[in-house]
């Protein structure tokens, strides 16, 4: 059975840092582009950031680029999202999704639609 489960959420003060980890079972990371999502209440769902099957290639969002960092070790079937810098509008549910390989190299990587597999999602809330 096809699962991605996320993992790393928390409260954290603006500033702050946090690493969320998306851990994947039930089939060949390596095939698979890896996209971070988030939805804040009453928001549409976001795209973060993807990284590509190998993991030489990445996309960030202009409002994440330079703060949040993507990787991935397909050995160990987990996906990273390393976030820096933190501030009370990254407060969301973060999501990751696995969607096909080449979603990473087109234009519209961030439309939540192209991806085929979901985890549950984790709580991110940064605030004083």
């Known amino acids: 059975q096809l699962q991605l489960v996320e993992s790393g959420g928390g409260l954290v003060q603006p500033g702050g840092s946090l690493r969320l980890s998306c851990a994947a079972s039930?089939?060949?990371?390596?095939?698979?582009?890896i996209g971070w999502f988030r939805q804040a209440p009453g928001k549409e769902r976001e795209g973060v950031s993807c990284?590509?099957?190998?993991?030489?290639?990445?996309k960030y969002a202009d409002s994440v680029k330079g703060r949040f960092t993507i990787s991935r070790d397909n050995a160990k079937k987990t996906v990273y999202l390393q976030m820096n810098s933190l501030k009370p509008e990254d407060t969301a549910v973060y999501y990751c999704?696995?969607?096909?390989?080449?979603?990473?190299?087109?234009?519209?990587?961030?439309?939540?639609?192209?991806?085929?597999?979901w985890g549950q999602g984790t709580q991110v809330t940064v605030s004083s």
């Open positions: 999704a696995a969607g096909p390989g080449l979603i990473y190299s087109s234009a519209t990587w961030y439309d939540a639609a192209r991806y085929n597999y």
């Open positions: 039930g089939f060949t990371l390596g095939y698979y582009t």
């Open positions: 990284i590509s099957n190998s993991g030489g290639s990445t």
